[in-house]
């Protein structure tokens, strides 16, 4: 069974920094595309951004690009979104996905085969 654990949520001030962390269990990372979506409050599940299972291609959302950054450590089984430059609307609660036997980088919710819990943001004004 896989399991996938964020970490690294909490709240921020406006123009802060976190670092969300995602763990794997039950299977290797290395062969998995994987993915982070946020879920705003009153709002659809929305793609923040990805990375292939080589770490050559990564997706953002025009919305965070520049001020995130995707990154992966197969030997660790993680996988890690470094959020920048954060803004009160990116609140959101933040899930991890992975989509194993997909080499590339996906934007699309669907794609994916297991997902986290998720992982509160709050970034104050």
């Known amino acids: 069974q896989v399991q996938l654990v964020e970490s690294g949520g909490g709240l921020v001030q406006a123009g802060g920094s976190l670092r969300l962390s995602c763990v794997a269990s039950?299977?290797?990372?290395?062969?998995?595309?994987l993915g982070w979506f946020r879920r705003a409050p009153g709002k659809e599940r929305e793609f923040v951004a990805a990375?292939?299972?080589?770490?050559?291609?990564?997706l953002y959302a025009d919305s965070v690009k520049g001020r995130f950054t995707i990154s992966r450590d197969n030997a660790k089984n993680m996988v890690y979104l470094q959020m920048n430059s954060l803004e009160p609307e990116d609140t959101a609660v933040y899930y991890c996905?992975?989509?194993?036997?997909?080499?590339?980088?996906?934007?699309?919710?669907?794609?994916?085969?297991?997902w986290g819990q998720g992982t509160q943001v709050t970034v104050s004004s």
């Open positions: 990375v292939g299972w080589s770490a050559g291609t990564t």
């Open positions: 996905a992975g989509a194993w036997g997909r080499p590339f980088a996906r934007s699309a919710w669907y794609e994916y085969d297991y």
């Open positions: 039950g299977r290797t990372l290395s062969s998995a595309a």
